[in-house]
C-alpha cells in the first residue's frame, strides 16, 4: 500500500490594491474606498460593494490630505465632485486620528553585530 501524500496547503489569494495618495500595494481590506456611482455622487464605500468607479485610500490622515490636496479623486473619477460629497469626505477626513512619525530608515543607524558586543561589554 502507498501513503498517501499530503499536498501542502495553498495560502489564500488576497487582493492587493494601490493608494491613489501615497501609491503602496496593500491588501484590499485594509483600504478604504472612495466610490463615484453610476448618478455621479462621490461617497465612501464602507461594504466595498457599491456599483460604479472606485478608488482606495489608505486610512492615514496624510494619504486623504495628499489626495485633497492634489486633486487626486477628481483625476481618478474624471469629474469634478460637488461641495456637498466633498464636504462629507472632509467631515470623514476629520475623524481620521493622526498619523504616527514613522522613523526614517535613512535615519536608523545600523550597527554591525561585531561592535554590539563590544558596546555591550564596556557598559
Known amino acids: ?16 490594491r494601490t493608494c ?24 465612501i464605500d464602507a461594504t466595498g460593494k457599491k456599483s460604479g468607479r472606485g478608488a482606495y485610500l489608505c486610512a492615514r490622515l496624510s494619504c486623504w490630505q495628499k489626495a485633497f490636496k492634489e486633486h487626486r479623486l477628481e483625476q481618478v473619477f474624471e469629474t469634478a465632485i460637488s461641495a456637498e460629497d466633498r ?10 486620528p ?18 554590539k558586543k563590544a558596546v555591550e561589554t564596556n557598559s
Do not use: F, W
Open 87 to 96: 464636504a462629507a469626505l472632509e467631515d470623514y477626513m476629520a475623524t481620521l
Open 20 to 43: 491613489i495618495a501615497c501609491r503602496e500595494n496593500k491588501p484590499k481590506r485594509e483600504l478604504l474606498r472612495v466610490v463615484r456611482t453610476p448618478e455621479g455622487q462621490v461617497l
Open 98 to 115: 493622526p498619523d504616527d512619525p514613522r522613523p526614517s530608515e535613512a535615519r536608523a543607524i545600523k550597527v554591525p553585530a561585531s561592535r
Open 1 to 16: 500500500m502507498k501513503a498517501a501524500k499530503k499536498q501542502p496547503q495553498r495560502q489564500k489569494h488576497l487582493p492587493l
